[in-house]
């Protein structure tokens, strides 16, 4: 069966990625994610990158808060038909991921998924590389996300199910 593309083009068709079922359009080569998708495949780390890809991506990303023209698109949840709200993934990383704030999936722009991986490997590689300097670091995300807790900000489920997934390997790379 045929989803029509949230993006406004064309069809979604289903994709085996890295083991994961995932739908990519065909058009505009959106991907959307259902809930827990990306931690999955986050989790995976089946992709090999080749250097250049990887260097080429690290020097693209970076940058803090949301685009005008991010803001303005309205794309809405394949399940629940709300608004997906624009985010900086991990607030800093340059990467803007639209997902639902109920938690039914999220929704990636053409080599968005690509980017977040390699800036989740690399970050893991770093954190494991030089773990005592990235203590600080660790506990600011803890901290981060303990206070969006007790104020309600709602980001999605999935959005904090892979910070949290995060949080837990770098902890016990430093054991
Ligand atoms: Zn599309
Ligand atoms: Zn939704």
Redesign the pocket.
Known sequence: MMVECINGCGGMAATHYEGVEIDVCGCCSGVWLDFGELTQIVEIRGAAWSENVVEKVLTSLGGKGVPVKEREREL???????A?PPSNYQSNSGIIVNA??????VWLDAGELEKLQIFMERWQDIAARDADKHQHLLRQIEVDYADKKSKGLREGPAYFEVINIFINRVISLME
Do not use: M
Not at 76 to 82: A, D, F, K, Q, Y
Not at 100 to 105: A, E, I, R, V
């Open positions: 809405t949840c394949r399940v629940c038909n709300n997906l639902c704030p109920d938690g039914h999936g």
